[in-house]
């Protein structure tokens, strides 16, 4: 068994003395595994960080093996964003969140496509926390849980929906959820078909990850008895605190 595909790093631990078991998020093959010997020498040292962007070559005898792993790096994106927290902490929740929800050997096109996007504009420090936004619902939809964001729940109507029934994921309008607003969750505006990025506040951003955050604990993590990954409480807790500066 042999294949050959772009993918990127979620992780590496070590294995032995020199060898990595590195994790990949791959365009044709999903999330993928694989063994990469001497991955902790010289030669192959800062290829697989978090967040690299490779073309890899999987090997193995039999398709359920482990498999040995080699890659070529395309492109770093991890060392860039040492210097910057924030934007660190980004892109160690969403690989975190990648390997914590999606199926082994899986493909989700969409989803690596959502991930790559995300990671250029990490790299361009523009718009990444709408990117990341989006990367979370598209990881909802592609595991079945998309949002219907369209169109109220109640009434039909696209027009004044301000929030998300937390059962159905789909939008509600002002009129008709305004005698349930305490149960409903914020659906902020940019979100909206048509919606505008510029017109998102970090208070929207925050409200779009809560929204996000519910489905994946009702409907991803809580069902397999498993807690969202603390990579992604600790970047919330980043915007948080940046959002409050921003409103001083």
Not at 82 to 92: E, G, K, Q, V, Y
Request: net charge neutral; proline share 5%; glycine share 8%.
């Amino acid at each position: 068994m042999e294949w050959s595909d772009e993918g990127i790093v979620l992780g590496a631990r070590r294995h032995g003395e020199s060898a990595l078991i590195v994790q990949l998020l791959t365009r044709e093959h999903g999330r993928h595994l694989g063994l990469v010997r001497s991955g902790k020498g010289p030669k192959l040292r800062g290829v697989f960080e978090i967040g690299n962007r490779l073309a890899a070559t999987w090997k193995a005898r039999l398709a359920e093996h482990l498999g040995q792993l080699s890659g070529e790096l395309l492109r770093s994106y991890a060392a860039a964003l040492l210097d910057d927290p924030a934007r660190l902490a980004c892109l160690s929740a969403a690989a975190a969140l990648a390997e914590s929800t999606l199926p082994e050997r899986e493909p989700h096109p969409r989803a690596f496509a959502s991930f790559s996007a995300l990671l250029d504009s990490l790299a361009a420090d523009d718009g990444w926390a709408i990117r990341y936004v989006e990367w979370e619902l598209t990881l909802l939809a592609e595991l079945g849980f998309g949002l219907d964001l369209t169109r109220c729940a109640a009434t039909g109507e696209t027009e004044n929906l301000v929030y998300v029934s937390p059962k159905s994921g789909q939008a509600v309008s002002a009129k008709a959820g305004a005698p349930y607003r305490g149960r409903l969750l914020a659906l902020p505006r940019f979100l909206l078909p048509g919606g505008s990025d510029a017109a998102a506040t970090p208070d929207d951003v925050l409200d779009a990850l809560a929204l996000a955050d519910h489905f994946l604990e009702r409907r991803v993590f809580t069902p397999h008895d498993r807690k969202t990954p603390a990579a992604r409480t600790r970047f919330v807790e980043i915007l948080q605190r940046m959002a409050k500066v921003s409103r001083e």
